[in-house]
């Protein structure tokens, strides 16, 4: 059974985090393991700026966002001379457990770790929910409501001046966000990887809810498609709609998280520990139809993305 886990963040931050890292020392402690936290993802583990916390650590903490154990991005952690030297400073501190919360590139990294022998859990935290392993990633939620909030206020001024607001939403290259929020914010029109809309039809249609109706038109565009500003500019061309671009960038990570993002997190935290309390590793867990699961890392890595095609058609349906 293992004696002591360390637990960090990796890849871009993501609200609920926190309550992740919250869960998981708890968990520990519950388990009479010694819980260790990581600063700054796999470039702090080689760093060795991992330290052993106790309970006080985890105090008013489920409610911020961003994660307190702060991460990194470190591309040169593929490299296996790197992955070694990380599982020796480990070992130097008799730690027998990981606990990596992020992304796909983070389940990388653990999985390395993994093939070299040491036993790794990953929980998937990013606000992209684009791991094919879990129906729902932490921070996925908060971000979702972030874009309406700030979808919502700008529909106020958009409607006041009559115009079309082209907003461009993260998501790196998964249309998740942009497809949820343009269900729940009703959007004139959603674009996506998954989703593309010829120009033609787009400007069609913004150009007769402009001549007919006079009002006002969201189009959301998932990032890393097309240059929204340039974007803009060619609705208002070709339709005589006003247009503005705005970028939500990075307001999108950030915040309180949800309440179901905390829970979430605290399920996916007290999961792991009790698969390496259970000398089960080289897994990530993960949330199907609600019930939490693991699948080895590997095959994680290399399932097919839901892309919602029944949401896609929603979105079509109600435009
Ligand atoms: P995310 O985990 O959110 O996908 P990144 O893609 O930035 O975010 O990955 C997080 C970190 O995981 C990287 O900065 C790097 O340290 C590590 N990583 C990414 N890809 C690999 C890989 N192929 N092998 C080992 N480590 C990796
Ligand atoms: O993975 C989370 C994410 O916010 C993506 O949506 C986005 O493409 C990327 O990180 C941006 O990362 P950075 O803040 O490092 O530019």
Same mark, same amino acid.
């Given at each position: 059974?293992?004696?002591k886990i360390a637990v960090l963040?990796?890849?871009?931050?993501?609200?609920?985090?926190?309550?992740?890292?919250?869960?998981?020392?708890?968990?520990?402690?519950?388990?009479?393991?010694?819980?260790?936290?990581?600063?700054?993802?796999?470039? !702090?583990?080689?760093?060795?700026?991992?330290?052993?916390?106790?309970?006080?650590?985890?105090?008013?903490?489920?409610?911020?966002?961003?994660?307190?154990?702060?991460?990194?991005?470190?591309? $040169?952690?593929?490299?296996?001379?790197?992955?070694?030297?990380?599982?020796?400073?480990?070992?130097?501190?008799?730690?027998?457990?990981?606990? !990596?919360?992020?992304?796909?590139?983070?389940? #990388?990294?653990?999985?390395?770790?993994?093939?070299? !022998?040491?036993?790794?859990?990953?929980?998937?935290?990013?606000?992209?929910?684009?791991?094919?392993?879990?129906?729902?990633?932490?921070?996925?939620?908060?971000?979702?409501?972030? &874009?309406?909030?700030? &979808?919502?206020? =700008?529909?106020?001024?958009?409607?006041?001046?009559?115009?079309?607001?082209?907003?461009?939403?993260?998501?790196?290259?998964? !249309?998740? =966000?942009?497809?949820?929020?343009?269900?729940?914010?009703?959007?004139?029109?959603?674009?996506?990887?998954?989703? #593309?809309?010829?120009?033609?039809?787009?400007f069609e249609k913004l150009k007769?809810?402009?001549?007919?109706?006079?009002?006002?038109?969201?189009?959301?565009?998932?990032?890393?498609?097309?240059?929204?500003?340039?974007?803009?500019?060619?609705?208002?061309?070709?339709?005589?709609?006003?247009?503005?671009? $705005?970028?939500?960038?990075?307001?999108?990570?950030?915040?309180?998280?949800?309440? $179901?993002?905390?829970?979430?997190?605290?399920?996916?935290?007290?999961?792991?520990?009790? =698969?390496?309390?259970?000398?089960?590793?080289?897994?990530?867990?993960?949330?199907?139809?609600?019930?939490?699961?693991?699948?080895?890392?590997?095959?994680?890595?290399?399932?097919?993305?839901?892309?919602?095609?029944?949401?896609?058609?929603?979105?079509?349906?109600?435009?």
């Amino acid at each position: 059974m293992v004696k002591k886990i360390a637990v960090l963040t990796s890849g871009g931050d993501a609200p609920g985090m926190n309550a992740c890292v919250r869960a998981v020392i708890r968990a520990c402690l519950a388990h009479k393991i010694e819980p260790y936290v990581i600063y700054d993802g796999y470039k !702090g583990l080689l760093e060795k700026r991992i330290v052993k916390v106790d309970k006080k650590f985890t105090q008013d903490i489920i409610n911020r966002g961003g994660t307190v154990i702060l991460t990194a991005r470190l591309p $040169e952690f593929k490299n296996v001379e790197l992955q070694k030297r990380a599982i020796e400073i480990l070992k130097e501190m008799g730690i027998d457990g990981l606990i !990596g919360i992020g992304g796909d590139g983070t389940y #990388r990294g653990l999985l390395g770790l993994s093939k070299l !022998g040491f036993p790794v859990i990953g929980i998937p935290g990013t606000i992209d929910n684009d791991i094919a392993s879990t129906d729902k990633t932490i921070g996925f939620d908060t971000a979702l409501n972030t &874009i309406c909030e700030c &979808i919502d206020k =700008l529909k106020d001024t958009s409607s006041s001046h009559q115009r079309c607001s082209v907003v461009e939403v993260m998501g790196r290259h998964c !249309g998740d =966000l942009a497809i949820f929020s343009g269900i729940a914010e009703a959007a004139e029109l959603t674009i996506t990887f998954d989703h #593309r809309v010829p120009d033609s039809v787009i400007f069609e249609k913004l150009k007769t809810m402009h001549d007919k109706e006079k009002s006002h038109a969201i189009v959301i565009v998932s990032e890393n498609l097309l240059d929204v500003n340039e974007f803009a500019k060619e609705i208002e061309e070709n339709t005589g709609f006003e247009t503005r671009a $705005e970028v939500l960038g990075r307001l999108q990570r950030g915040g309180t998280p949800t309440a $179901e993002d905390r829970i979430l997190a605290s399920r996916f935290g007290a999961a792991a520990v009790e =698969l390496l309390a259970n000398d089960i590793s080289g897994r990530v867990v993960g949330i199907k139809k609600n019930a939490i699961v693991d699948i080895p890392i590997n095959q994680a890595l290399e399932m097919e993305r839901d892309i919602h095609k029944p949401l896609i058609h929603l979105i079509d349906l109600l435009a």
